[in-house]
């Protein structure tokens, strides 16, 4: 906390003390303060003084925190290069709503808005992307939720003048990236990515013998862009009146909205159609097998994980543990050993066994296994081993005939991505871990 907070603090206690005794005198028929050096009058005369002390503090601590402000504010602009002050320029005053007016009213846009749009569009071309919404905005720009002015529930909230900031909704950990999944941004078409499968070999010769012949073999993984959408209806009333930064909101949700779904595509993507491959459906990762319907895992399981990847030599990078909530609660209760104190998750951290471990509820817990359909995913592996990729930024087309009887407009969002796991070895999944 500031040292002006606190301080305001310390002022604001003060001044209620002088406060309550006023108010005590005046209910006891308007009488003098008792006198005496621990009377009343001392203590009103005391807490004056520290009242004038502390508004003479506070206004030098925010003369001091405004200063440093400003030099960080300046040691920060001076180490962006041009492109990145123009970027962060256009974020700061382009307008999504003011575009979105604009389009559907059938005005050009202009300023800011014309030349974000103007981007998007030349990086779309760059990436070989064939856009075909009526705004593009580009990377740096970066489901379905209906926002309407009137109900409170949604957007009407949003309208008041007096508000401050927004509620946002409890929202499941993106976790992917943050264990370790390399995030390749601006691809453009088809990305062949060369793996060596098998290395170079060496053997031991006699001194004149005819060295074996041994080549190391390749072959390629491939990303190419994959379209995913979604949709979130506005009204026309709240896109012309709404008086806090709801379009912050809105930006905030859609793009939540892909990092979402491409979380949950890493982790259990079903590689049918469009769908990119997840973890738990590639082909060639460790399995750990619970039951004919499932089990309830043990400490040997979390050892098998670790062990699955490590004789495929693969335990190495950005090792790590991802699943559910409720695996997480079971391992805090469930001991190591039968009879003993020690739990399989000891000391209420983040750690496992030594790894990194994330949880969250994009890990699947109503996976299939004989007569179980609740059964929950535990992922052991290197992160590393997974990439991402982006082509392109947003392509955003306005529906301006689906919701009219609502005087809403349908707002559909895409992008292009794909997962790859470079080596399967490297991941190891138990798929039919159950609570009980």
């Known amino acids: 906390m500031k040292r002006s907070q606190v301080l305001r603090e310390k002022l604001e206690t003060a001044v209620l003390e002088q406060e309550r005794l006023l108010d005590l005198a005046e209910k006891e028929g308007q009488r003098d303060f008792t006198k005496g050096d621990d009377g009343e ?3 009103f005369n005391a807490l004056d003084i520290e009242i004038k002390q502390y508004e003479v503090e506070i206004k030098k601590a925010e003369q001091r925190e405004n200063a440093e402000e400003r030099i960080g504010r300046l040691k920060r602009d001076a180490k962006e290069t041009p492109e990145q002050k123009e970027i962060k320029e256009n974020q700061r005053e382009f307008s999504l709503f003011r575009t979105i007016n604009a389009v559907s009213n059938g005005r050009s846009l202009t300023g800011r808005e014309a030349e974000v749009v103007e ?5 779309a071309r760059s990436n070989g992307l064939a856009t075909s919404g009526h705004i593009v905005l580009p990377s740096w720009m970066m489901g379905r939720t209906t926002l309407t002015a009137a109900t409170a529930a949604t957007a009407g909230n949003l309208v008041a003048t007096d508000l401050y900031g927004l509620i946002p909704t409890l929202r499941p950990k ?5 264990l ?4 390749w941004g601006g691809l453009v078409g088809d990305i062949d990515i060369p793996r060596r499968t098998t290395d170079l070999s060496m053997t031991f010769e006699g001194e004149n013998d005819t060295a074996a012949e041994s080549n190391p073999i390749y072959d390629k993984l491939q990303l190419s862009p994959n379209r995913l959408g979604g949709y979130t209806d506005i009204s026309r009333q709240l896109l012309v009146q709404s008086s806090v930064d709801v379009e912050n909101d809105v930006r905030e949700q859609i793009s939540f909205a892909i990092k979402k779904a491409m979380d949950t595509a890493a982790i ?7 769908d990119p491959t997840g973890i738990l459906n590639t082909t060639g990762i460790g399995s750990v097998v619970g039951g004919t ?8 399981d979390i050892i098998d994980l670790e062990t699955a990847v490590a004789v495929d030599n693969a335990d190495y990078g950005k090792l790590a543990y991802l699943m559910t909530p409720g695996l997480r609660g079971l391992f805090k209760q469930t001991p190591r050993v039968s009879g003993t104190e020690g739990m ?3 000391n209420n951290n983040d750690m496992l066994n030594g790894y990194r471990v994330g949880v969250s509820t994009q890990v699947p817990s109503t996976l299939t296994k004989g007569t179980s359909s609740v059964c929950h995913g535990l992922i052991f592996g290197d992160f590393s081993q997974m990439i991402v990729g982006n082509w392109g930024g947003v392509d955003i087309i306005l529906d301006e005939v689906t919701q009219a009887t609502s005087a809403k407009i349908r707002i559909h969002v895409f992008s292009w991505w794909d997962i790859v ?15 009980s």
């Open 421 to 435: 796991i470079r080596h399967a070895e490297s991941f190891a999944a138990m798929k039919d871990a159950l609570l």
């Open 119 to 123: 981007e998007g569009k030349a990086e």
């Open 293 to 300: 319907n499932g089990a309830v895992p043990t400490w040997a």
């Open 268 to 274: 259990n993507g079903a590689s049918t159609g469009d």
């Open 180 to 183: 370790g999944a390399k995030m």
């Open 174 to 178: 993106l976790l992917v990236e943050s």
């Open 344 to 346: 399989i998750w000891e």
């Open 41 to 43: 009058e001392a203590q």
